[in-house]
């Protein structure tokens, strides 16, 4: 049995408003494996972390995220008063903690021209512990980040089974697949979204190389107990 890597999804949405610095932080000082985050842009291009691309559901704003600068979005909060955090401010608290970060470009309903140039051009500025992997369901933007940046580590997110992945991760030159559902084959998975025990302690005995979940403290708690009757 693998140690499956356990990735808080958006931070811990299952104690902290998705996305915030708070989940983050907390998901940091409880030795998480890896943290899951989504990248959109704002109006005046700065990269900022959160998963839909209108504010409707998860901030006290309304309408496309794109269509405001970072300050306008400063009038606004998630839950318990958090704001919406830029990538910069992410990264200062991530730091040089031993976590494995996983960037998505939230590109496949929204175009931002020029995210993934701006993005890389952020994370230049920063020491991590780690390499990156990027992540989109968008192949578009993995392909223009493989042009900057072609010896990074580059996922296809997709719901969808892949037909031939090994010569498609291949072809496109990809180091796994994040997928919503497992799959056999020789390739690097990562499985979204496990909140589900019984789902959880299947994926364990698979040669999955990560999970993301709402809740990663009672998954790494049903990982670690799996792993010591092994």
Same mark, same amino acid.
């Given at each position: 049995?693998?140690?499956?890597? *356990?990735?808080?999804?958006?931070?811990?949405?299952?104690?902290?408003?998705?996305?915030?610095?708070?989940?983050?932080?907390?998901?940091? !000082?409880?030795?998480? !494996?890896?943290?899951?985050?989504?990248?959109?842009?704002?109006? !005046?291009? *700065?990269?900022?972390?959160?998963? !839909?691309?209108?504010?409707?559901?998860?901030?006290?704003?309304?309408?496309?995220?794109?269509?405001?600068?970072?300050?306008?979005?400063?009038?606004?909060?998630?839950?318990?008063?958090?704001?919406?955090?830029?990538?910069?401010?992410?990264?200062?608290?991530?730091?040089?903690?031993?976590?494995?970060?996983?960037?998505?470009?939230?590109?496949?309903?929204?175009?931002?021209?020029?995210?993934?140039? *701006?993005?890389?051009?952020?994370?230049?500025?920063?020491?991590?512990?780690?390499?990156?992997?990027?992540?989109?369901?968008?192949?578009?933007?993995?392909?223009?980040?493989?042009?900057?940046?072609?010896?990074?580590?580059?996922?296809?997110?997709?719901?969808?089974?892949?037909?031939?992945?090994?010569?498609?991760?291949?072809?496109?030159?990809?180091?796994?697949?994040?997928?919503?559902?497992?799959?056999?084959?020789?390739?690097?998975?990562?499985?979204?979204?496990?909140?589900?025990?019984?789902?959880?302690?299947?994926?364990?005995?698979?040669?999955?190389?990560?999970?993301?979940?709402?809740?990663?403290?009672?998954?790494?708690?049903?990982?670690?107990?799996?792993?010591?009757?092994?």
């Amino acid at each position: 049995m693998m140690k499956t890597a *356990i990735f808080g999804h958006r931070g811990y949405p299952a104690q902290f408003p998705e996305n915030s610095l708070a989940g983050f932080s907390y998901a940091l !000082d409880h030795h998480v !494996d890896g943290l899951e985050f989504d990248v959109q842009l704002t109006k !005046d291009q *700065i990269p900022v972390i959160m998963h !839909d691309e209108t504010l409707d559901r998860t901030s006290t704003g309304t309408g496309l995220l794109k269509n405001y600068t970072l300050a306008e979005l400063r009038q606004f909060h998630l839950d318990r008063g958090e704001v919406i955090p830029t990538l910069t401010e992410f990264l200062t608290l991530v730091g040089q903690c031993d976590v494995q970060l996983n960037l998505e470009f939230k590109t496949n309903k929204v175009r931002y021209p020029g995210i993934e140039r *701006i993005v890389l051009a952020t994370l230049r500025n920063f020491s991590l512990a780690r390499p990156v992997i990027f992540s989109s369901f968008r192949l578009a933007s993995l392909r223009a980040c493989q042009l900057l940046a072609p010896d990074a580590s580059y996922c296809w997110l997709t719901d969808h089974p892949v037909v031939n992945a090994a010569a498609f991760v291949a072809n496109e030159h990809l180091s796994g697949l994040h997928l919503s559902h497992y799959q056999h084959a020789p390739v690097t998975e990562r499985i979204w979204t496990v909140d589900d025990p019984q789902v959880a302690c299947d994926l364990f005995e698979r040669p999955v190389a990560g999970i993301f979940t709402d809740d990663f403290m009672n998954m790494m708690r049903l990982r670690d107990r799996l792993l010591l009757v092994k």
